[in-house]
């Protein structure tokens, strides 16, 4: 019996030992070094918590493997929510773009300009081996202002095999989107007339 139970006990710990490792990926890491504004911002921007779709709202990646299935990969995880790490990509690629800083919950100067981004993502695909998809609508508006420009931007990003291809390939879809968001900026806070 002693022997039995001594015998199970190795299987037991040669299966944890054996047992794959879980990864975990962000869209933040990798966006590149963001420098500082030497000066004080001319304006400050601001980008509250982005929301997407509930199937997608968890740590591990879900991908796209057929017509109208999904799969829950549980050893392949986001380092967070997949909201979070949006937001916090997004934050970066617009604050380095346009040489300003995220005040979101943060105080500002006195009667300094705050443009307000407010992000809702409605798609995000991925598709390990084809693509990686965003679709995300998005407004600006200038804080204490009633104006408000809003947009669609789709990023849809070829994909090489793997996790880590799929990935990169939201990162550049991300980037790509940041871009669109930092042209509307920059022309709102220019006076220009800015559309999509």
Partial sequence: MMRACVAAAVVMLAGCASAPPEHFYSLSSGMGVVQ???VR???YIELPAVTVPQQVARNQ???TTGTGRVDLLELE???SLPASEIG????LTISGELGTIDVFRSPVPDKAPVYRISTNVQRFESAPGQYALIDAVWSVRLVGSTQVLTCRSVAQET???GYDELVAGHRRAVARIGGDISRAVKALAAGANSGC
């Fill in 36 to 38: 500082a504004p030497a």
């Fill in 41 to 43: 911002a001319a304006y």
């Fill in 61 to 63: 990646l879900v991908v």
């Fill in 77 to 79: 995880r986001w380092a």
């Fill in 88 to 91: 916090q990509a997004l934050s």
């Fill in 159 to 161: 994909v090489g095999a």
